[in-house]
T-cell receptor
Framework: DSGVTQTPKHLITATGQRVTLRCSPR?????VYWYQQSLDQGLQFLIQ???????AKGNILERFSAQQFPDLHSELNLSSLELGDSALYFC????????????FGPGTRLTVT | GQQLNQSPQSMFIQEGEDVSMNCTSS?????WLWYKQDPGEGPVLLIA?????ELTSNGRLTAQFGITRKDSFLNISASIPSDVGIYFC?????????????FGQGTILTVHP
């Protein structure tokens, strides 16, 4: 158990819908990262927040957004969902903003039908 | 998106054998990491490397940060059935990339008893 929690574990929704994925970092970690894992693209970095502020952005679609709240939990919002958005979404956390040692949560499996 | 070149893609070995896998990149990284992922789980951090030439062990696992800073190697000695899984290398540039990790495609390891 990494100490990072993610909800829900599984999510099935239809195209065009909007979903919110939730992540709680390890106790004491200030940075939260979101990654997408798919068969064709592998593990891809989406976005990083540190103590409530956006720090780094990867290949995150405009339909996707995230935020980190004062209690340090984070949410990833995915809207206008397409079939190709079906993937595993992982949250990771680290202590520092340049955190190398990132600890991953169990992931949310999103299926768009 | 950019990915590291990880090889081999898969390995089938007998229990007790040693395993080697590596990652190469066209760009320099400040940090190299190795993760293991079991089916349906999030990646688990195995080893983190911070300096060119660094050799670090974690039990039967040994990893090295290449001198050119463009590659890294992971060795597993005396493999056991629970070593089965997907092994990922990851690199961090640092600087304005903050904690963004770039992942390799993974090496699928199968260990026959």
């Amino acid at each position: 158990d990494s100490g990072v929690t993610q909800t829900p574990k599984h999510l099935i929704t239809a195209t065009g819908q909007r979903v919110t994925l939730r992540c709680s970092p390890r106790s004491g970690d200030l940075s939260v990262y979101w990654y997408q894992q798919s068969l064709d693209q592998g593990l891809q970095f989406l976005i990083q927040y540190y103590n409530g502020e956006e720090r780094a952005k990867g290949n995150i679609l405009e339909r996707f957004s995230a935020q980190q709240f004062p209690d340090l939990h984070s949410e990833l919002n995915l809207s206008s969902l397409e079939l190709g958005d079906s993937a595993l979404y992982f949250c990771a956390s680290s202590v520092a903003s340049h955190g190398s040692e990132q600890y991953f949560g169990p992931g949310t499996r999103l299926t768009v039908t | 998106g950019q990915q590291l070149n990880q090889s081999p893609q898969s390995m089938f070995i007998q229990e007790g054998e040693d395993v080697s896998m590596n990652c190469t990149s066209s760009s320099i990284f400040n940090t190299w990491l190795w993760y293991k992922q079991d089916p349906g789980e999030g990646p688990v951090l195995l080893i983190a490397l911070y300096k060119a030439g660094e050799l670090t062990s974690n039990g039967r696992l040994t990893a090295q940060f290449g001198i050119t800073r463009k590659d890294s190697f992971l060795n597993i000695s005396a493999s056991i059935p629970s070593d089965v899984g997907i092994y990922f290398c990851a690199g961090r540039h640092g600087g304005t990339s903050y904690g963004k990790l770039t992942f390799g495609q993974g090496t699928i390891l199968t260990v026959h008893p």
